[in-house]
């Protein structure tokens, strides 16, 4: 894509956020409402993002991973929360994507009311789905991990071992109304409270066997391909709420007065606002350069996605502590918008693994 066409993508988007999520964020943020969720949900339809990256010929629009990362950006400016529901949906595009599953494709374009969600292995230990045979069929059980959508979601994509054909694990598909599906009610998180996160439960949930794809060998490149979008995904979104952080910054740092002069020509304030600036345009560097990356013949570490998850949201962590100590006592008040971004980077450094974690598991894999 030329970068014309991503500005043009870009300046939709604002708009959509601007009118549709803007208004209602604080709201949702205090009271998280399925029905708002599901009309914003409608209303992008408009603009094609929930078939944002299924290719052309399977119905979709076909657009690179990066454009669905500069999407969330724009989305999670206005509220982190409900650009995470786009995020879990565009994670488990990716994973359809990648099987080229004409089946697992039509999903996407068959215009479904809700999103998807997608379910991870979970390294800490907290999934135990499987897959067994039982009664000559094949069955899901087991409790996955904390899934975004959980509540919302018309299907779950998981990626799950497989126990029945013993062989590598493999991607289902499973609708979200089969008998045997119990969804555990929403988590109280702290932040990102838009989104219904929640573990999702499955009793001897007979799975047919199109929805379930094999030979991919998803304990490696399915799996890793679409955790590293996910990953890339995360950082975006982090990315979006400094920018409106820094952008907000800016704003009242012209306007309030102190000391007989506009807080912005005192010289911490600008430090404060440059170490911004400079966090916000790494981190939008970073997550460009995963999903995009230039092959220069450097003597260096490649970029990986876990690092770049962490280093995003921990920055954009920085940025809005910075921005509300720029507002003082405000900063801290539900209406300037500024705790409601410090709760959700929160969950987004939490998000996939939390960053030392990641940071540590990167260095002892390459021992």
Aim: neutral net charge; glycine residues 8%.
């Amino acid at each position: 894509m030329e970068t014309r066409e991503y500005n043009e993508i870009i300046a939709e988007c604002r708009r959509f956020a601007k009118k549709e999520i803007q208004p209602l964020a604080l709201d949702m943020d205090l009271v998280p409402a399925l029905e708002t969720l599901e009309t914003l949900w409608q209303k992008s339809h408009a603009l094609d993002l929930p078939v944002l990256l299924v290719p052309e010929r399977f119905g979709g629009i076909g657009y690179p991973e990066l454009c669905a990362a500069l999407v969330l950006d724009v989305l999670a400016s206005e509220c982190a929360g409900v650009a995470s529901v786009f995020a879990h949906h565009f994670a488990a595009s990716v994973a359809a994507c990648i099987t080229n599953n004409k089946k697992f494709l039509g999903y996407f374009t068959g215009d479904p009311s809700l999103p998807a969600a997608i379910l991870f292995p979970d390294e800490m230990g907290e999934s135990s789905l499987n897959l067994h045979k039982k009664s000559g069929g094949i069955v899901i059980s087991g409790e996955s991990g904390i899934a975004g959508n959980a509540k919302i979601a018309d299907a779950f994509f998981g990626i799950i071992p497989n126990g029945a054909l013993e062989k590598d694990p493999v991607l289902v598909r499973v609708p979200k109304d089969l008998p045997g599906i119990e969804k555990n009610d929403p988590l109280k998180l702290p932040g990102l409270k838009a989104n219904c996160f929640a573990k999702v439960r499955f009793t001897d949930v007979f799975i047919e066997k199109d929805w379930i794809v094999e030979g991919l060998k998803v304990a490696g490149g399915l799996m890793d391909s679409v955790q590293n979008a996910y990953y890339g995904f995360i950082a975006a979104m982090a990315m979006g709420v400094s920018r409106k952080a820094l952008e907000t910054s800016f704003s009242y740092a012209r306007q309030r007065y102190q000391y007989g002069k506009r807080i912005i020509y005192h010289q911490e304030i600008q430090r404060m606002l440059g170490a911004m600036q400079m966090k916000l345009g790494l981190g939008t560097a970073a997550y460009m350069n995963l999903f995009d990356p230039k092959k220069i013949n450097f003597s260096y570490f490649p970029a990986d996605a876990r690092l770049v998850k962490a280093f995003c949201t921990d920055a954009a962590m920085e940025v809005v502590m910075d921005a509300i100590q720029i507002h003082g006592g405000y900063g801290y008040m539900h209406e300037y918008g500024l705790e409601k971004m410090m709760r959700d980077i929160k969950i987004l450094q939490l998000l996939g693994g939390q960053n030392p974690y990641h940071q540590i598991r990167v260095v002892a894999e390459s021992l």
